[in-house]
């Protein structure tokens, strides 16, 4: 077994996941009474999950991750990003394409510090409907962490634009850039 296949199951087995006794369904193993505690899927049940193991602690790349208003800092698919409302659930960001002729926006939906983690539904701009994607880091120790990142969506809606395969193959390189950008901003220079 490959030295990051075995870190990636790790990390899986780490962020604390659980089968759900009521519907099978996979749900985040958090604290139900906080409040604007929300649970959303992450792993198995998502339809594109990454997981990329960083050599940099778990508070390291959760600090550059939490910020919530600097996603352009980590896709070049993203020009600009406009936050609005808290920094946590309930705020809003417009994200403005490289080529200025699209947007999409977002709004957080969940929000965890403890256990460094985020949800945030794409409510305009994108072409399916109820997408949900989540952040997860997770503390592997000797400063290293894995950086996860699901993606779910209830339904793709047909358009002139771009196929289901062409969103998912979007989707999957825009990810992989993401998280190798912020493994890179977390292994530089010191915060």
């Known amino acids: 077994m490959k030295l990051t296949t075995y870190f990636a199951m790790a990390a899986i087995l780490l962020m604390g996941c659980k089968k759900s006794e009521k519907n099978g369904d996979m749900e985040q193993d958090m604290d139900?009474?906080?409040?604007?505690?929300e649970v959303y899927s992450i792993g198995e049940d998502a339809r594109l999950t990454r997981t990329l193991i960083i050599d940099a602690s778990a508070d390291r790349v959760w600090g550059l991750l939490r910020e919530l208003d600097d996603v352009d800092k980590y896709s070049s698919t993203i020009a600009k990003v406009e936050f609005t409302g808290n920094k946590g659930v309930g705020g809003e960001r417009l994200c403005t394409s490289a080529?200025?002729?699209?947007?999409f926006k977002e709004?957080?939906?969940?929000?965890?510090?403890?256990f460094r983690t985020y949800s945030y539904s794409l409510v305009e701009g994108v072409p399916v409907k109820g997408m949900v994607n989540t952040f997860k880091v997770v503390n592997l120790g000797y400063g290293k962490s894995a950086l996860i990142w699901s993606s779910n969506f209830?339904?793709?809606?047909?358009?002139?634009?771009?196929?289901?395969?062409?969103?998912?193959?979007?989707?999957?390189?825009?990810?992989?850039?993401?998280?190798?950008?912020?493994s890179e901003a977390a292994t530089s220079a010191p915060m």
């Open 154 to 182: 209830d339904q793709f809606m047909e358009n002139p634009n771009m196929t289901e395969d062409e969103f998912m193959a979007f989707m999957d390189s825009a990810s992989k850039e993401t998280l190798q950008k912020i």
């Open 107 to 114: 709004k957080i939906v969940a929000f965890d510090d403890r």
């Open 32 to 37: 139900m009474n906080e409040p604007n505690t």
């Open 99 to 103: 080529d200025g002729k699209g947007f």
